[in-house]
């Protein structure tokens, strides 16, 4: 049986942020992955973890939603293909913290009434399924550089 999570540990950083609010030399980003599909989600953890990011990885709704309660991330990475789930997943996240950062994937074009809708409830950045590591990676150091995400969509056609 997978496990419902792998967490990566509690999300150690100075107790101020630095000028600009960067986390300064540890943890510099404090990252919730929560999807479908667990090695998806694991191959995402290991690559943030790899920029000195702490991440957590869930596939059960219950534990996602407990540990972001406890440790309230940064960012939010939900990668899902039941578009019915992800969206549950954000509207409880976004009421637990309506400042939380939050990543989705999608099959949808950018102009899809879904992608409106996840826009409308608080997501704000859209990654095209398969998800470019590469440019995964430059949006959460982008985040991680800024005191609040900006909103847009990535398609692997544009790389």
Partial sequence: MIPSVDVGGDCP?????????IWGKGCMTCILIWGDEHDSCLL????LEKQNHTA???????????WAEKHR???????????????SVLKTLKSLNPH?????TT?????????????????EVFFSRPIAIDELEK??????SQTKGGDAFISTADL
């Fill in 100 to 104: 939380m950062n939050v990543f989705m």
């Fill in 107 to 123: 099959t949808d074009s950018p102009a899809s009434d879904h992608v409106r809708t996840i826009r409308m409830l608080g997501a």
């Fill in 13 to 21: 950083r100075p107790k101020q942020p630095i000028a600009g609010g």
């Fill in 139 to 144: 949006r959460v150091v982008s985040l991680s």
């Fill in 44 to 47: 995402t953890k290991r690559v």
């Fill in 56 to 66: 957590a990885v869930f596939t059960a709704l219950h534990d996602a939603i407990q």
């Fill in 73 to 87: 991330p940064d960012l939010a990475i939900l990668d899902s293909r039941e578009e019915i789930a992800a969206v």
